[in-house]
């Protein structure tokens, strides 16, 4: 069984807003470099890098809305994991999420894939829940993964709660 869906062939606004505003908002004068929130909030133990990680997966969910392959979303997934194990090196990890900048990576995925009509399927209830399942799972591991952080964090700091 199908699910009719209109035919949509290129990311949300949304998408495209938040890889330009969590990886590239503002340009290092005289260079290519861009920095984004992703890096400036990150800066907060824990707190930023989950917060950014939940709303990077808005490019995620736009993925699915566009049945993109789940090889692609799963693709996508890691490398929002990739970001996130690396937000979660104090000071290195922020600069390392300026040079490795997930969103733009999955936004380019996703824009690739949609350029490519043969490649972009229509969708069934099956790909709905399993990419359902790998968004859910990514954002699950991912958070815990930053809640396992802030706890070691805190027990380096001495806080014994």
Known sequence: MTIARPDVRTPSRASRSLALLLDDL??????????GLDA??????????????AVAGVILVDAVRNRVPLPVLVRMGMNLGLDTLLGLVPGVGDLADIAHRA???NLRLLERV???REE???GSVVYLVVAAGI????????IAGLVL???V????????G
């Open 120 to 122: 972009t399927r229509q």
């Open 135 to 142: 968004v859910a799972g990514t954002l699950a591991v991912l």
């Open 103 to 105: 969103n733009r990576r």
């Open 26 to 35: 503002v340009r290092v004068p005289g260079t290519d470099i861009g920095i």
């Open 40 to 53: 400036v909030v990150g800066l907060i133990p824990g707190i930023g890098d989950a917060g950014t990680t």
């Open 149 to 151: 952080g802030l706890w």
């Open 114 to 116: 949609l350029a490519d």
């Open 153 to 160: 964090l805190l027990r380096l700091l001495g806080y014994s």
